[in-house]
């Protein structure tokens, strides 16, 4: 006999080495989004701005991805931009249950994403709230999707309104790109059956949780 047996999503994710499709996507790729992007020696100061409560009326609105350089970006900034700073509202109508929170970022070349207002995962950005002239600490390419599992921040969701805020870094004013294409999703756990069949062959029944036999 055998039972299912579910893997943490978490582990899942980190173990895969193919793309496990969205169970859900909370933010889609090209979705509009809010950004406003930093100019040479930028003075503005936008302090706060990855909270819900942010005013963001200042803020452009504009599709995935955001760069230069690269021709694959649906909103382009000039180039030489130092930092472009992006937020999408979403609504969830009920908690998440077991599926595993994930971040899908293709960037060039550093990022720091923020839930509602509370860092969550940075790659190549300084420690503090990145601002208009704030600069990757280090080069990274973009071309390649990189998935990030925030399923330990999960708590920070709410029953209505939540925000995702990032700001794209660059690693130069003197940069030939820069790149920012952000995806937020689920993915499932991801279960497996533990189980033995004699050398000769035998008989499998599959049953659903009351134990009847469905095939």
Same mark, same amino acid.
């Given at each position: ?15 895969? &080495? ?12 090209? $979705? ?20 819900? *409560? ?5 803020? $452009? ?9 690269? *021709? ?26 077991? *599926? ?12 720091? $994403? ?27 390419? $973009? ?21 995702? &805020? ?50």
């Amino acid at each position: 006999s055998s039972s299912p047996e579910c893997s943490d999503p978490s582990s899942a994710l980190r173990n895969s &080495a193919a793309s496990i499709p969205f169970a859900t996507t909370l933010i889609e790729p090209g $979705a509009n989004w809010k950004y406003l992007y930093g100019v040479p020696d930028d003075k503005r100061s936008i302090r706060g701005w990855t909270a819900l *409560e942010f005013d963001d009326s200042a803020f $452009a609105v504009g599709a995935a991805g955001f760069g230069y350089g690269d *021709e694959d970006d649906a909103t382009e900034v000039p180039p030489g931009t130092r930092a472009v700073l992006i937020r999408h509202e979403f609504t969830l109508d009920n908690p998440l249950a077991s *599926e595993s929170l994930v971040l899908q970022l293709d960037y060039d070349d550093g990022f720091a $994403a923020y839930l509602n207002g509370t860092r969550v995962v940075a790659v190549n950005a300084p420690g503090d709230e990145p601002g208009l002239n704030s600069l990757a600490t280090t080069g990274h390419d $973009a071309g390649s999707p990189e998935r990030f599992d925030l399923s330990d921040k999960m708590g920070l969701l709410r029953a209505g309104k939540n925000v995702l &805020a990032i700001a794209g870094l660059n690693i130069s004013q003197g940069s030939s790109d820069l790149s920012l294409h952000p995806v937020l999703g689920t993915i499932p756990p991801v279960c497996h059956a533990n189980f033995r069949l004699k050398k000769g062959g035998g008989a499998l029944y599959l049953s659903d949780p009351d134990g009847r036999v469905v095939d």
